[in-house]
Every structure is written in structure tokens, then in C-alpha cells.
């Protein structure tokens, strides 16, 4: 065994430990296992939302579009900025509403703000949908660090089905709180791991940062800066902007929103965040320093460009350390996606069909649905080919068509009725799979017009559609008003 | 009136209406590429403005809890 491999070993060997430990003192009744029992403080909170932005996605594919595509990769720094500014604002109001209704899930909220279970059951479809291939993403991820890092001895698919037993146990043990105490190490190990290599490769191979920038800029002229068509300046504010609009609508961040034990946990993780999320810089580092060291990564193979360039420079022991912090990116967002999952099919699919279900039920089959959720994604990541990566493509897309929903019912009494809301989500929906299935951009859509518009993200005319089917049947439907709690 | 919470539109006004005249490899600022220091120079600002906003708000509320319950902040 490797020492790289007995470090892999011994981290994963930790996090199901800290994940059962996380139960210790609670009793896992629904509230605790899917939002702690809203008693998380200022820490806990900003590691379940910093999550979103240190998942396997920016360890391997943020360096791997460093590395391949060079200045466009900078979007996934700013819109995590954008997101928290409106957090400031957003995510107390969210969260006086869920604490006053003892609400659990994402649909939950819908349900109730809009006094419609058949909205709660569409959300929970959309989530769900959107959630599943999110879990495969990070177990892609998984098998490809656990696979590169022990050299080979273990193959991607031991390292899948590994991972997914892991976290099953852990996660139908301690539900959230589990994910939130491998967060802790989890944001160690990145922090640590991270800026380590980000100051030490760029210094050891160019001598400096702007040696490095200037040797890169040199062999490929124009990959410092946005080209003029395609990845475009427009083509990076519209996408900056439509994934920001998405970023709290992903269930399990939304559901995040509802463990914090205060508003003003949210207001002090907004001034923090935007500058915590800085550490991406340093995975960008990674990658640009790979161009030259380790060349001719072509395609999806980008994204192994981090891990490369660890193998090329250090030994086993750095190579093990860095694996490990990178099957924590895929762990920890995988665990609340699990606990999210099941929480919604649960609380507002099961309990809508079976109005009799106790709230002990409702939790049992919460989180019975765990193990059934991870062997499918696990099936899915295993067998999914091509269908695959059109879900990956459409998940970001499905959560931020409902954008316009919560938009509407951030006011006392929602604006609009749930007819409407349902029939803008379901447009939506159904744009953005027909977009995806037929690679569809705004380029192929109006042909004749100037390069800005092409460039456009083509997900805002998804949000398009969702908006004009909402607002003409909001036009002959009429909101209900919530009663108070 | 808290009109100095409209300070929470800089980042997203600064960052992105900056990128098509940032859009530029120079002058390296601390040895990043022009396009990538505005970045990184507007994420930190929207630590510091948010800290700001946060400040602020702390003092009203302070203010305001002497004349009604604490729990009720208005939002504005």
C-alpha cells in the first residue's frame, strides 16, 4: 500500500467517524435530522453555504477550465460574490418564514407561502431531478480522485461504491448535523491543501504569479482575457448573473438556509463569504500552472489537470493528502444532497399522497429513501452515458427556473396564484430540457442577431418563458392569501 | 430609512458592468493579469461593503431597540 492510499484510507475512515459522532446528544426526529433542529450558529451555517462553492465541480473542474479554457474559469468567482451581497437580504426573510412554520424542506416553503400541495409536489419533482445528477457529478469526482491518488489500486468504481456506503450510513445515522461536522474538516484540509499548492507551484515552476501569467499568456496568446465571440464578455455577465440567481435556489442550500438558530448568522456570513470563496484563486493558480508543466490534457480530461501536476511535482504522501481533501468536496455536498432528497420525497411527496402519515413516519421514510437514492445514483454513475451529462447540464437550470416564484411571495401574501406559478415552472422546465436535448443556444435561436445577444447564457430564455406563461395565466387566476401563523 | 443598504448593488454593478472594459491582460496588479486583479478586487469589496452595511445596521438596531421590541426589525 502506498502511503498516499493509507492517507485516502485513514480520512475516509475519519469522516464516517465524525459523521456518526455528529448524532451524539440528539434525538433524530425529523426537524433534527433534516435542519438540526434550527440550532446551527454562525460556523456551522457558513460551512453548509460555503459548501456550494467547494465542491469536486471547483476542486477539479475550476483548475480544469484554468487549465483549458483560462480566463472564462474566473466566473465561478464572481458569482458566488453576487449571491452572498443578496443573501444579506434574502435569506432572513426566508428564514423568519420556515422558523415560524417549522418547515423542512424547499417545497415546504413553496407549499405553504403559495397554499398549494400540488406546487409542493412540482418543486419537490424539480429538486429532486435537479438533485440527483448533482449527487453523480460529486461521485464522478469521487472516483476520479480516489482512482488517480492511489495510483490505480483502487479503480473508480470500488471508490464509488465505497463512498456511497459511507455516506448512507453517516447520513441516515445524523442526518445533517453529519454534514456539517465533516464540513469542518472537510474546509481544513481544503484551505490547507489549497493554498499550498497555489503558492508553491506557481513559484516553483515560473519563479512567481506573474511569471507564471506571462509564460502562459505567451504559449497561448488571449488565454488570460475573454474572447471577443463565444465565452464573451456578454456570454460572462449573463452567465454570472443566471448563476447567481440560482445559487440559493438549490434545495439543499435552501434547506440550509432553515438550521441556522438566528437571521443574524446570515448576515455575518455575507460579509464573510465573498472573501472566504477566495481560495478558488488559488485552484485557478493550479491550473494555470499546469498548462505548461503538464500539457496536452484535451477535453473532459482538463479536469485532471490538478491532480496531474500533484503526481508530477510531489510524492505519494502529498498526492494522498490532496486526494483526501478532494473526496471531502465529494462527500460533504453528497451528504446534504441525500438528506435534502429524501427530506422532500418524504415530507412532500409521501405525506401529500398519504395524508394520515405521522410525523414518525414521515421521518422513517426519509430516511429509508437515503440508501434507495444513493444506489441509484450510484447505477446512474456507473451506467449513465451520454443522458448523463444532459442532466448535468440541465440541473443548474431546472433549480433557477423557480427563481420567479420565490420573487413573487417574498411580500406577505404571494402576488400571484399557484396555478400560475405551477404552469411558468412547467414551461420553464420543458424549455430547458427541449434547449439541452437539441443543444440549443441563442445563437442557433435567432441567427441574424449581433454577437453580444448570441453569446447570451441560453438559460435565460427558459427564465423568459417562465415568465410569460406565468404572467398570462396570473392574468385570469387569483392569488390565495396566507393565513397567519 | 436605511438608504446605505443600496451600497448592496455596487458588487454586482461594479464587477459586472466593469468586465467589458476589464477585459485585458494589462497592467498585472500584484502579478494577476488586469481582467483577473478587477475580480479579485470587487470580491474583497463586497467583503468590505457588506461589512459596512453589516456596521450600520448594528448601530440602528441599537438605536432602534431603545424605542420598539427588539425582535421586530423593519425591513426595508
Redesign the interface.
Known amino acids: 500500500m502506498t502511503p498516499a492510499l493509507g492517507i485516502i484510507i485513514g480520512v475516509f475512515v475519519l469522516v464516517v467517524a465524525l459523521g456518526l459522532a455528529a448524532r451524539r446528544g440528539h434525538e433524530m426526529n425529523l426537524e433534527q435530522w433534516s435542519v438540526g433542529g434550527r440550532g446551527f450558529g454562525t460556523i456551522f451555517v457558513f460551512l453548509l453555504m460555503a459548501g456550494e462553492i467547494y465542491t469536486t465541480f471547483t476542486f477539479l473542474g475550476g483548475s480544469g477550465w484554468a487549465y483549458g479554457k483560462g ?1 472564462p474559469a ?1 466566473y465561478i ?2 458569482y458566488g ?2 449571491a ?3 443573501s ?2 434574502l435569506l ?2 426566508i428564514w423568519r418564514f420556515a422558523q415560524a412554520r417549522r418547515l423542512v424542506s424547499q417545497a415546504d416553503f413553496f407549499a405553504v407561502k403559495y397554499d398549494s400541495r400540488a406546487l409542493g409536489v412540482v418543486v419537490a419533482v424539480v429538486s429532486v431531478a435537479a438533485l440527483v445528477p448533482y449527487l453523480v457529478l460529486q461521485l464522478k469526482g469521487l472516483g476520479i480522485i480516489v482512482s488517480e491518488a492511489s495510483g490505480g489500486v483502487v479503480t473508480q468504481q470500488v471508490a464509488i461504491w465505497a463512498g456511497s456506503a459511507a455516506l448512507v450510513v453517516y447520513v441516515v445515522v445524523s442526518g445533517v448535523r453529519g454534514s456539517a461536522w465533516t464540513s469542518a474538516l472537510k474546509d481544513v484540509m481544503i484551505l490547507a491543501v489549497v493554498i499550498a499548492i497555489g503558492v508553491y507551484l506557481p513559484m516553483h515552476y515560473y519563479g ?3 511569471a507564471m ?1 506571462e509564460a502562459v ?1 505567451a504559449a497561448k496568446p488571449g488565454a ?3 474572447p471577443s465571440s463565444g465565452m464573451s ?1 456578454a456570454w ?2 449573463s452567465t ?2 443566471l448563476t447567481a440567481t440560482g445559487f440559493y435556489l438549490w434545495p439543499q442550500f435552501f434547506a440550509g438556509v432553515y438550521t441556522a438558530r438566528n437571521e443574524n448568522v446570515f ?2 456570513n ?3 463569504l ?2 472566504y ?2 481560495i478558488i ?1 488559488f485552484v ?1 493558480f493550479v491550473g494555470f500552472a499546469a498548462t505548461l508543466v503538464v500539457p496536452g490534457l484535451k477535453g473532459a480530461d482538463a479536469d485532471l489537470s490538478l491532480l496531474r501536476i500533484v503526481e508530477h511535482s510531489f510524492g505519494s504522501w502529498t498526492l494522498g493528502i490532496i486526494g483526501a481533501a478532494g473526496i471531502l468536496t465529494a462527500l460533504v455536498p453528497g451528504s446534504m444532497i441525500l438528506v435534502t432528497a429524501g427530506t422532500i420525497l418524504a415530507q412532500n411527496v409521501y405525506r401529500v399522497i398519504t395524508p394520515t402519515a405521522t410525523d414518525r413516519t414521515v421521518s422513517l421514510v426519509a430516511r429509508s429513501l437515503v440508501p434507495l437514492l444513493a444506489l441509484a445514483s450510484v447505477l446512474l454513475t456507473l451506467r449513465g452515458g451520454e443522458t448523463l451529462v444532459v442532466m448535468l447540464l440541465m440541473g443548474y437550470n431546472f433549480v433557477t427556473q423557480l427563481f420567479p416564484a420565490l420573487i413573487l411571495c417574498l411580500g406577505e401574501n404571494p402576488r400571484v396564484s399557484a396555478a400560475s406559478v405551477i404552469a411558468g415552472i412547467v414551461a420553464g422546465e420543458l424549455t430547458v430540457v427541449f434547449l439541452t436535448v437539441t443543444s440549443a443556444t441563442v445563437a442557433t435561436l435567432l441567427p441574424a442577431a449581433p454577437q453580444m445577444i448570441k453569446d447570451l447564457n441560453v438559460g435565460f430564455v427558459a427564465l423568459g418563458v417562465n415568465a410569460v406563461v406565468l404572467c398570462a395565466v396570473a392574468l385570469v387566476t387569483r392569488p390565495a392569501t396566507v393565513s397567519a401563523a | 430609512m436605511r438608504r446605505y443598504r443600496w451600497l448592496a448593488v455596487l458588487p454586482t454593478l461594479g464587477l459586472l458592468g466593469g468586465i467589458p472594459f476589464a477585459n485585458r491582460v494589462q497592467p498585472y496588479i500584484a502579478g494577476l493579469p488586469f481582467l483577473l486583479a478587477w475580480i479579485v478586487g470587487w470580491v474583497v469589496a463586497t467583503s468590505i461593503i457588506m461589512g459596512l452595511i453589516y456596521r450600520l445596521d448594528k448601530r440602528n438596531d441599537a438605536a432602534a431597540e431603545v424605542a420598539v421590541s427588539p425582535v421586530d426589525h423593519p425591513i426595508p
Do not use: D, H, M, N
Open positions: 480566463a474566473f468567482l464572481c460574490a453576487i452572498y451581497s443578496v444579506y437580504f432572513p426573510i512567481g504569479y506573474r501569467f499568456e488570460l482575457t475573454l464578455p460572462f455577465v454570472v448573473l448576515r455575518k455575507a460579509v464573510i465573498p472573501l470563496q477566495l484563486l485557478f
